[in-house]
Structure formats: C-alpha cells, structure tokens
C-alpha cells in the first residue's frame, strides 16, 4: 500500500476513514474499532472540547495509560488545534504537578482507576496546582457524587451543541507549522524541559518512519507511556500513517504481547530494548505462536548480542534506530540487510531527509571517523522548549542545527555508532572517557545481558567509572568482569568496580537510569578504596 502524504497527524484519520472504513484502526480490551467508527469517535471528542471552551492554541493534558481515550483525546486535540499533553499515571504527584503548573492546561483529563489504583484524588490535586474552578473530567463514570469531577458521558454530551459547520471551521483553522504536541524531558539531568513539537514535523517525522518499516499495513501493539515520544509518535502515529492497526495494552506484559501476535496479528514489535530483552528471555518465549511476526525494531538504546540473536533466530527483520524527543523521529536507520553485529554496535545510518554534522569541543566539523556531537537538521525538530527562551537558543547552533548532547562518528561501512551523552562523558586522568565504549565492551561477554557505566569522583584521576551489569551465569564475578575489560580496554577506561545487580533500574520509558546508579555508586563505594 502506497503511504500518502498530508501535513498533520488528524488527516491522515480523515483519509483511511474515506478510503478504508472498515478496516481496523485500533484494537482496546478485546474489541476492534474500524477507521470510520474512529473518526465517528474523534469527531465526538472534539465537538466536546469546543463546547468545553477549547481553542487553537490552548493545552490539553491527559492522565492515562495507552487506551482508547488517550488516543481519541490525542487525534481530537490536534484536529482542532489543541495542544496535548500525556501524562504518566507512573510519575509522582510533584513531578505531574511540575509538568501541569508549567504549561497550564486548558482542560486536564484522565483515568479514575486502574488495577486498584485510584487516580482522582491525583486529578483532583492537579486541579488544584491549577487553580481553575472547571473539573477534571474522568474516562468512565464518577463512583462519588460531588468529588469535584465530570464523568466521560457528561463531557460528550456537551459537545452536542457544536454544530458541523462550528467542527469544520475550528479544523480549518489550524496551522500545520504550529505547535501540536509538548513532551517533557526526562529530566535525568535537571528541571524536565517541555519540547514543543509542531503539525508538520509530526506527520513528516512518522511518514519517514512509516516508509521504512519492513511491513505495511503495519500491525503493532501500543504499550509505552503517553508521555514519550515513543509511545505517541512510533508506536500509534506511524501504523496510523499505514493505515494499519494499533493494539493498545495498557502497559508491557510479556504474556499479552506475545499473545497479541497470535491473537491481533500483530506483525510488528517496536520497542526499546529493555523489553525486547525481558520478552527473548521469557520462560515460554519458544511456545508462542509468532508465526505472524515480520518485523521487531528498537531504539532508546543497545540491544545486547545474543538478544539480537534470538529475535534473527525466528526468521524476522530486525532494524534499530536512534532519535530523541526533540527530533521527533528517527535520523538514522539500519538498513534491511545489517549484520547482527551492526544492529548491535550501531544505530544504522544517518536518513537522506536530514543535514547531520559531527563537531568537536572548538565547535568545528570533524572527519565523518572522528568523535564528536552530533549535531542534525530535521524535518521533525522542536519549535521551542515550552516558554524558555534561553533553553531553546542553547539548543541551536547559530545556522539552525539542533545540539544533540550525544557524542559519536560513522563508521566506514556509513553506520553510526554512539558513544555518550555529552553529561555522561567523563575525564579519567585527563583522558576523555565514554561509558558506552565500556558498556559495549562488557556486553561482547556472552554472559553479561546489560551494562551500564557511571562515574564517581576520585581523590588522584579526577573521576573514575564504575559499571553495574546484569548476568545469566552466576558464576561471573567482579574479577572474571575485570578481566574481560583489561583484555579489550586500555588501563583508564577498564572500570575501578564491577557489581552486579539482578536487574539495573529503569526509567518509565524503559531506558537504564543512569542518575539512579551515579547516586547509589557515590553512596556505597569509598573513592579512597578503588
């Protein structure tokens, strides 16, 4: 099927509602929904955030997991010029209070339970940090009169009042080179940052994507935050592109993914690596039928070897890519043919849609083998950080490229490899160190699953690396680590300790957090004793 092209996420619902009606968009909690009921659906919602006093320009802020509501909220949101926020329901209350009181939603919407958790009272305090009399309005019906909240129904049954001709005209009104979509950074480093990302990026960004993946019409399964790139934007914009099918899971169970391939016919996993890893290791993962499966990708991150040698082992294309929140999309893929060695050492090679620099502390281009930041234009590059000016004009060089913060080269096959952040780098006796070259080299160990590489302060060498591993052989010990490392490793890259963990700590999105482990290497390990 051909991909077509148009200049916000919304139409591309109008065009497989006119072209495909019947065919399935998404799939939630056992029941499929076709295009046209979508749009029917979308329509619905976006009558009813006009009747709310919604307007273009306005924030719109969602507290879910990936279900049908986010995404009728997402589509309707951005089909009247809205602009949508996702909010995690994992996060702590100061940090969705952070998020909140910075962009100051128009509207806040959101779940009022799952799995035995209670999210009103969170909607009710967010309201507050607002200071805004309008209530909260929840997905699902309210258990307690008076709790200060309006029911889904209430909510839809406003938007009765807006007229077809008041719906077209606000959907007329919108500007694909206006802002769509805030994604806050993680954070990891500081205060998050809300990246602002416009109508035309998103639907170039993901149209890219969508033209690179190994199957159309694609059929995935949508189970990562709504507050990340990933979860929004690769994992429901591009099969929304296709015209494909989104499997909505409410959050990453093992099980129910590998039972969708079966069940949906799902024909694509795109993932980060943490759970391709936990899904390969699965004690069933060879029971299933996954006969159905074409097509596994990852980014946010490596994934180790012999990972990628069980998903090569079911016969199905595999593909890894690196982007960031504030690029949208991807700028580099792999290519169909990539060796396992390359989907494990690389992140693919650099798109042509994209102008892509590699420059050195003095700020002047390198050779395409040297290693520096990375530096990009891209169609899907942010419009702003959220009202921070400064923010936003450290981000750019002074003709327009976007700073990465992320240090690499390409190598001579054209694969670019990664090798840190730039606030990951660290001096060891003087010498520029850079985790990832660490990590990888632990990971060639057939038994170490994941490596990570922190740096502590240190009395003689300036700051010193310290690794944390996940193994499968219990018999793999500091010294056998260390050893393996001095073998490939020159002396000041060779870590001062190597632990092992059971499991490394996670981010929301699934990405090691690295900040976790600097904090805990700074308070269990004594400098004086490395």
Known sequence: MSIPHHETIPRYLAHWARHTPDATAIVH???SVSYAELAHQVDEVARALLADGVRKGDRVAVLAHPTRFYWLTFLASLSIGAVW?????????????YNVGNCRPTLLLGLGGYEGDDFTGTLQQLAKTLQRERAPVVFGTVNTPNAGLEPWDEFLTR?????????????????PDSAALIVYTSGSTG?????????RGLARSFEIQAGRAQVNPIRVIANLPINHIGGVGDLCCTPLIQGGTIVLQERFDAHAMLEAVEKYGVNAFMQVPTTLKILAEHPDFSAYDLSNLRYVSWGGGPLPLDIVRRWRALGVQLGTTYGMTEITGSITYSTPEASDDQLAGTVGRPIAEIELRIVGEDGHDLAPHETGEIWVKHPGLLLEYFENVEATKEAFSDDGFFKTGDVGYLRPDGNMCLVARTKEIFKSGGYNTYPREIE??????????????VPIPHPRFGEVGIAYVETSDPTVNEA?????????????????RIL?????????VGKVDKMALRKRAAAEIDPLNV
């Open 29 to 31: 909690a056992g029941r």
């Open 159 to 175: 938007g009765q009042t807006i007229s077809d001709t008041q719906l077209q005209a606000a959907r007329d009104s919108v500007d």
């Open 191 to 199: 205060r998050p940052k809300g990246a602002v990302l416009g109508h």
């Open 500 to 508: 092992i963990l059971d499991a490394l700590p996670l981010l929301p």
């Open 440 to 453: 990888l080299a632990l990971e060639e160990m057939p038994a170490v699953r994941l490596a990570a590489v």
């Open 480 to 496: 056998t680590l260390t050893d393996w490392c001095r073998k490939r490793l020159t002396n000041y890259k060779v870590p001062k």
């Open 85 to 97: 926020l996702g909010l995690n329901p994992k996060y702590r209350l100061p940090e969705l209070e």
